[in-house]
């Protein structure tokens, strides 16, 4: 009867009262087309018919490493703050992503924690055309507010720094209210833009800088959440632990020396 243009992974689509409705894939939650479909029922439509920086970061700030997995929603479409995969269970933030480690069933996820500020970093591709870094920030910012309906008191910062775009995004629990679009929606739909995936039905992400066309190379989204992750230290990887090791040396041998010289 309709056509979602917000979102193609739909089902059953009925126009009420001049809005167009449709059952989101997977889990069949109603959603309405003219607003971002949660990431949560985003996912859960992904995963249905499958079996299974250049600026210093903030100190909490991580990525996602687990990639798409089928999520457990509640009724409006936001996560539930405890995920499993059989008898494998974690707990994840507001944008779905694991801060914890994995355990067994009997692991306790007290609340769904906020995802207070998403760091997305876009490189772009080699172009004839030098950017001019106001222009940069003013196109994205439109980008954002217009195709993904955010808005614009939630978007902190753009820097651009030739070829990597930073965008800023950071909303509170107490500055979001119950109708606006959550950056963590945005953040997914805009990285599903950039990969060439669009959730849009039939409307690509096209962004263009006089008369060229701007093409995206990579992209990568950090997450800090309102409470920080907590993960053990075998979670961390080889790499970041030698270096947490040589910094210990580091500063033992510095009291050593300290000492040394103190006598």
């Known amino acids: ?82 995920q499993c995969n059989g008898t494998t269970c974690w707990c994840v933030n507001t944008a779905g992503v694991r801060r914890t480690d994995k355990h067994d069933a009997d692991l306790k996820c007290d609340q769904l924690v906020r995802t207070m500020w998403i760091i997305i970093e876009v490189r772009h591709a080699e172009r004839n055309d030098p950017l001019n870094s106001e222009s940069v920030k003013r196109i994205f910012r439109d980008v954002i507010t217009s195709r993904y309906m955010l808005d614009g008191r939630f978007i902190a910062n753009i820097e651009y720094e030739k070829p990597v775009i930073t965008i800023d995004l950071k909303q509170n629990s107490s500055e979001k209210a119950a109708g606006d679009v959550d950056i963590a929606d945005v953040a997914y739909y805009f990285e599903k833009d950039v990969k060439g995936d669009s959730v849009f039905f039939n409307n690509v992400l096209n962004v263009s800088f006089g008369n060229e066309m701007l093409g995206f190379e990579k992209v990568s989204v950090f997450y800090v959440d309102e409470i920080p992750p907590e993960f053990s230290m075998k979670s961390l990887t080889a790499g970041l632990i030698a270096v947490i090791v040589i910094v210990i040396i580091a500063i033992v041998a510095g009291v050593v020396v300290l000492v040394s010289s103190n006598k």
């Open 1 to 82: 009867a309709c056509i979602c243009a917000k979102n193609k992974r739909v089902t059953n689509c009925r126009e009420v009262n001049g809005i167009c409705w449709c059952d989101s894939a997977g889990s069949g939650v109603p959603v309405s087309c003219d607003k971002l479909t949660s990431k949560c029922l985003l996912m859960k439509a992904e995963m249905r018919g499958t079996k299974s920086g250049r600026r210093e970061k903030p100190k909490d700030a991580f990525e996602d490493t687990d990639g798409l997995y089928d999520p457990e929603c509640e009724n409006t479409g936001v996560f539930k703050a405890k």
